[in-house]
């Protein structure tokens, strides 16, 4: 289980890193602060939706714990298709 923990950090960083990146470099420089502001708003409203959805799937849906892994991954699946969707240049600058 540890290395597979360890592989999910891993992998997460390969999707987090190239975001920030084109977060940070995608904006004009007078928007920058204001865009890199409202993208770790974004991500601390995630985490705090993703504990809600952790408690919704334990205490109402009865899920047990590979079973709310498993839904997590297929949310995570859909959202990256979804970005690979409307961003397929990113995936280019990642694949180069």
Same mark, same amino acid.
């Given at each position: 289980? @540890?290395? /597979?923990? !360890?592989? /999910?950090?891993?992998?997460?960083? =390969? =999707? !987090?890193?190239?975001?920030? $990146? %084109? &977060?940070? +470099?995608?904006?004009?420089? *007078?928007? *920058?602060?204001?865009? &890199?502001? $409202?993208?770790?708003? /974004?991500?601390? #409203?995630? &985490?705090?939706?993703? !504990?809600? &959805?952790?408690?919704?799937?334990? +205490? ?9 892994? @498993?839904? !997590?991954? %297929?949310?995570? #699946?859909?959202?990256?298709?979804? #970005? @690979?969707?409307? @961003? ?9």
């Amino acid at each position: 289980m @540890l290395g /597979l923990l !360890a592989a /999910l950090g891993f992998s997460a960083g =390969f =999707f !987090a890193v190239p975001v920030n $990146a %084109l &977060i940070q +470099h995608r904006p004009d420089e *007078k928007d *920058k602060g204001g865009v &890199i502001a $409202a993208a770790n708003l /974004l991500s601390f #409203v995630g &985490i705090g939706g993703a !504990a809600g &959805i952790y408690y919704v799937f334990q +205490h109402y849906t009865r899920l047990s714990p590979p079973n709310i892994f @498993l839904s !997590a991954s %297929l949310m995570t #699946v859909a959202a990256t298709a979804y #970005v @690979l969707y409307l @961003l397929p240049d990113a995936l280019l600058r990642l694949l180069l």
